[in-house]
């Protein structure tokens, strides 16, 4: 399974933008799908999981700005991130586990957040 994240960009602190993690395949094979970030000298950190049944969790530098949602039918899961703030700049990278605890991550998205 691969996984292409898409979406990053150059927008302006308050601004919104949309993150998207394709899936090669089925992701009705994956129980847990998510997204992570890497801000320049830091460890990458869990920002949000979308888990097998609907059940969402969220970083709480991220909760009440960030959604993450899935498409079952597009085999993409998305984080619709708003009012973003320049902190938010970071690589963010998409993860899935399938049923078997094999993991798997996105090439990473490139999210930049001007003040």
């Known amino acids: 399974v691969q996984l292409q994240a898409s979406g990053g960009g150059l927008v302006q602190a308050g601004g919104s933008l949309r993150l998207s993690c394709a899936a090669s395949g089925s992701i009705f094979s994956f129980n847990v799908m998510g997204w992570y970030r890497q801000a320049p000298g830091k460890q990458r950190e869990v920002v949000a999981l979308i888990i097998v049944g609907g059940n969402t969790d969220y970083a709480d530098s991220a909760k009440g700005r960030f959604t993450i949602s899935r498409d079952n039918a597009e085999n993409t899961w998305y984080l619709q991130m708003n009012s973003l703030k320049p902190e938010d700049t970071a690589v963010y990278y998409c993860?899935?586990?399938?049923?078997?605890?094999?993991?798997?991550w996105g090439q990473g998205t490139q999210v930049t957040v001007s003040s």
């Open positions: 993860n899935s586990v399938d049923v078997l605890g094999i993991e798997y």
